[in-house]
Nanobody, 126 residues
């Protein structure tokens, strides 16, 4: 199965930007139709951030990041990006990418994703 590796995390001050990358060992959308980004802070549940769906290359965002974050892909479909602007301390978390084949109604459900990366830490200081 495809393997996913995230990179690009780091420390940034509030208002700053970061771009995370999720590199796959093969074409992501060869076997899956959804690539999602999730995040988890200490003591909190893992939460949906954004997703890219093969059908029409549609994008979906959590309300908390809409307008600030953008999910995109490279043409070879081996890498999916999460560009994060106007970062806030509440965005501090470990960010994970994941691949799945679920229907649209389950795109925000982390239990429906089949393959996960190891995560990359994003820390936003005040």
């Amino acid at each position: 199965q495809v393997q996913l590796v995230e990179s690009g995390g780091g420390l940034v001050t509030a208002g700053g930007s970061l771009t995370l990358s999720c590199r796959a060992s093969e074409r992501i959308f060869g076997n899956y139709n959804v690539l999602g980004w999730f995040r988890q802070s200490p003591g909190k549940e893992r939460e949906f951030v954004a997703a890219l769906r093969r059908s029409g290359w549609s994008t979906y965002y959590a309300n908390t990041v809409k307008g600030r974050f953008t999910i995109s892909r490279d043409n070879a479909e081996n890498t999916v990006y999460l560009t994060m602007n106007t970062l806030q301390p509440d965005d501090t978390a470990v960010y994970y990418c994941a691949a799945g084949s679920q229907v649209l109604s389950a795109i925000r459900d982390d239990t429906m994703y089949r393959v996960w990366g190891q995560g990359t830490q994003v820390t936003v200081s005040p």
